[in-house]
T-cell receptor, first 112, second 114 residues
């Protein structure tokens, strides 16, 4: 089984809808991250969490919120989706802050 | 502020030819440096990382990268390209001091021609 899983893998929704993307990991890592990938822009950090009680905004957090339900689970929500949030979203984990990150397979979100 | 630049959004090589993907970073203190690969419909996976132990770093699938402090570079190479190397490659930096956020380059898509 994959170490970092994301659900759903693909989602098409309409403007104004609330969407939740879920991430689960079996790595046992405390650190979890949500990134957004747009063509030609690399990955941009949305939110990160160092443990269940520690959640922090990244560089592009506007329009997003997160919930760390347990060490293994980190969810990303779009309260009211808009078309420019159409992108590929990745969850990642790491053991240490400056260590390599382990990525999930991604969720492709389309907002119409 | 930290930044990372990947020269060339697309690189095309023939099978068997040398692969060279360029990465330059800006930092006053040598950071941790990473190369990740992303195959179609998959997440990123680590190819190799530099953490100040050795300037020439060997990774998976025959890739290696050399850290050059004087040039603030961490270019990725592979002597002989294989069709299966076609993917997108990302250079990433994490500060060694101060902040900790990893900054990713924009990515370079590698095409391998038969």
């Amino acid at each position: 089984d994959a170490d970092v899983t994301q659900t759903p893998r693909n989602r098409i929704t309409k403007t104004g809808k609330r969407i939740m993307l879920e991430c689960s990991q079996t790595k046992g890592h405390d650190r979890m991250y949500w990134y957004r990938q747009d063509p030609g822009l690399g990955l941009q950090l949305i939110y990160y969490s160092f443990d269940v009680k520690d959640i922090n905004k990244g560089e592009i957090s506007d329009g997003y919120s997160v919930s760390r339900q347990a060490q293994a689970k980190f969810s990303l929500s779009l309260e009211s989706a808009i078309p420019n949030q159409t992108a590929l979203y990745f969850c990642a984990t790491s053991d240490y802050t400056r260590d390599e990150q382990f990525f999930g397979p991604g969720t492709r979100l389309t907002v119409l | 502020a930290q930044s990372v630049t990947q020269l060339g959004s697309h690189v095309s090589v023939s099978e068997g030819a040398l692969v060279l993907l360029r990465c330059n970073y800006s930092s006053s203190v040598p950071p941790y440096l990473f190369w990740y690969v992303q195959y179609p419909n998959q997440g990123l996976q680590l190819l190799l990382k530099y953490t100040s132990a050795a300037t020439l770093v060997k990774g998976i699938n025959g890739f290696e990268a050399e850290f050059k402090k004087s040039e603030t570079s961490f270019h990725l190479t592979k002597p002989s390209a294989h069709m299966s190397d076609a993917a997108e490659y990302f250079c990433a930096v994490t500060p060694n001091t101060g902040g900790f956020k990893t900054i990713f380059g924009a990515g370079t898509r590698l095409f391998v021609k038969a």
